[in-house]
């Protein structure tokens, strides 16, 4: 496949790309999880009528 490629070559050429992607990447999974959380608690008092 050439995207793949090319996504190597992007990512080869410096290495702090890939720090910084993996950075990113991680902030977004866990700011993901906390809003998937916040979520489901207010379902939970939604659902039972205390809010």
Request: proline share 2%; net charge negative.
């Amino acid at each position: 496949m050439a995207y793949e490629n090319v996504l190597k070559e992007y990512l080869d050429e410096d290495p702090e790309r890939k720090v910084k992607l993996f950075k990113i990447y991680t902030r977004i999974l866990i700011i993901s999880t906390f809003l998937i959380a916040f979520g489901v608690f207010m379902f939970i008092l939604i659902e039972f009528g205390i809010i």
